[in-house]
């Protein structure tokens, strides 16, 4: 349809006409032999099969393009799928990180109580051995008051028995220890 259309714009031009003098179908006339160079031209293309090679080789090239397209199209949808699962991950990955700050928290807070009630059953114990050691060293402190009590009460009597004792007194006395002495041992 366009080598039609071609052919007959170039003989409709004014460059057709007739050389001066000259039959309008000769070789004087240069537009006749382009003409007709052109159309043998055409003709050993068409011969060639040029046309449907030409068009096997846009074909191809356009299987070629479609086929490079689907590749892009198919790449791309699985880009947007790693993008979505990188996506889910980084959200997963965020939510767990969130989990072990609040159990990082939940576990420090354990073990700072854990810690304070060391601590207080610590001091709880060395209150309770100070107070222990406070009870030992007033019982001693006691005891040693008694001792001091006992050892001049003691004296004291002995001075007193020794200013009211005679010698008759002195072994009716002995004489009563002995026996109280043997009846316990017998």
Do not use: W
């Not at 209150?127 to 009870?135: F, P, R, V």
């Not at 040693?144 to 004291?156: E, G, L, M, P, S």
Request: charged fraction near 25%.
């Amino acid at each position: 349809m366009l080598r039609m259309a071609v052919i007959a714009t170039l003989l409709a031009s004014p460059a057709f006409a007739a050389v001066e003098g000259k039959p309008f179908f000769s070789l004087y006339n240069t537009d006749l032999i382009v003409l007709a160079a052109f159309l043998v031209f055409c003709g050993v293309l068409v011969y060639a099969k040029v046309p449907g090679k030409v068009s096997g080789l846009l074909d191809a090239r356009s299987e070629t393009i479609k086929a490079e397209l689907e590749e892009a199209r198919r790449l791309r949808e699985e880009a947007l799928e790693l993008h979505a699962s990188f996506e889910r991950q980084h959200a997963a990955v965020k939510e767990q990180a969130a989990r072990i700050v609040e159990k990082a928290k939940a576990d420090a807070q354990l073990a700072a109580e854990q810690t304070k009630a060391e601590i207080e059953a610590s001091i709880a114990r060395r209150l309770k051995a100070a107070e222990d050691q406070i009870a030992s060293a007033e019982a001693g402190a006691i005891r040693q008051v008694r001792d001091k009590a006992t050892a001049v009460a003691i004296a004291a009597a002995g001075s007193v028995i020794a200013k009211n004792m005679d010698d008759a007194r002195s072994d009716a006395l002995i004489g009563d220890a002995i026996k109280a002495v043997h009846e316990r041992l017998h």
